[in-house]
């Protein structure tokens, strides 16, 4: 078999950065999508090359990425973690990068998933696709319930071709962009370690590892399903979150 090749779409930053890298060290060739191409490390055995291209408009996008894969081979797997992070409406902004984009780009990547590679496709999402933050937009919500749905509608439309369609929702997390925020608000850390039963926040490398798990072959019997990725924070009932937070046994 040939080198494998997969797309992530927001792979410049945070957990798609992560992701590149790890399924770089596999020997795989990986393509990461970002508004800017960001920097990588070299990495034995495998490549990464950061992208440019914007979400925003996917037309132009999808042709760009046809080119790419003409150039570096069919896809292993395909990836979404994009959001809208631009300064215009959130709303109209959140549709179109988060929603619009996965939908033509999936469409216009799935025929050229290769017949021997992995043949999947994951969609990250977030808690805010079920719960509601105070701190993210309504767009923001409203695409990740959508997106959670539309993985769902893809993996029965794509299963007789052998092509998986799985979501990865995590609860905020540590990535190395953040790192020094969180390092600078202990309190804020305290309060995650009390409320989460696995007594810490995840980091984007944790959230990383959830997607290639699902994109490769020990998952290869796993389609349309969402993997939750917080360290049990989901579980806990508000009164007893309250309780937890408030140091009330
Ligand atoms: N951070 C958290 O704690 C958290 C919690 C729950 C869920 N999530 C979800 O996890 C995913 C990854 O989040 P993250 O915080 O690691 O990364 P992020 O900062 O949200 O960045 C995501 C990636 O998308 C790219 N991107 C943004 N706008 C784009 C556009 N218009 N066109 C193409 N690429 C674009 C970014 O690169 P450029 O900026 O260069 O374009 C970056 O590579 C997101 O879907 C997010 O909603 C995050």
Redesign the pocket.
């Known amino acids: 078999m040939t080198r494998k090749h997969s797309i992530i ?9 992560e992701l590149a890298v790890l399924l770089a060290t596999t020997g795989q060739y990986v393509t ?7 920097e990588f490390p070299t990495v034995p055995g495998g490549e990464v090359e950061g992208f440019a ?4 408009d996917p037309e132009a ?1 999808l042709a760009a990425l046809r080119q790419q894969v003409e150039r570096r081979g069919q896809l292993s797997s395909l990836v ?7 300064t215009g409406d959130t709303w109209a902004g959140e549709l179109a ?2 929603m619009t ?1 996965t939908k033509t780009l999936l469409e216009g990547l799935v025929p050229h998933l290769a017949a021997d590679g992995d043949r999947s496709v994951c969609v ?5 696709g079920s719960l509601v933050a105070r701190n993210q937009s309504l767009g ?1 919500h409203t695409s ?1 319930a959508a997106l959670r749905q539309m993985a769902r509608y893809y993996a029965v439309k794509y299963g007789p071709q052998g092509v998986r369609v799985n979501v990865v ?7 190395s ?2 790192a020094a925020f969180y390092a600078g608000h202990p309190e804020l850390q305290a309060v995650y370690a009390r409320a989460t039963p696995l007594g810490r926040m995840g980091t ?1 490398k944790e ?1 990383a590892r959830a997607v290639a798990f699902l994109c490769g072959p020990d998952a290869a019997f796993i389609t349309g399903q969402e993997l939750v990725v917080d360290g049990g924070l989901s579980l806990m009932m508000q009164d007893a979150l309250a309780r937890e937070v408030a140091g009330i046994a």
Do not use: D
């Open positions: 779409i927001g792979g410049t930053k945070g957990v798609g950065r990461a999508v970002g508004r800017t191409p960001g291209g914007t979400a925003e996008l979404f973690l994009q959001r809208y992070r631009g990068v988060a984009a990250v999402t977030s808690n805010a923001y990740k929702a995590p609860s905020a997390f540590v990535k962009e953040s984007a959230v």
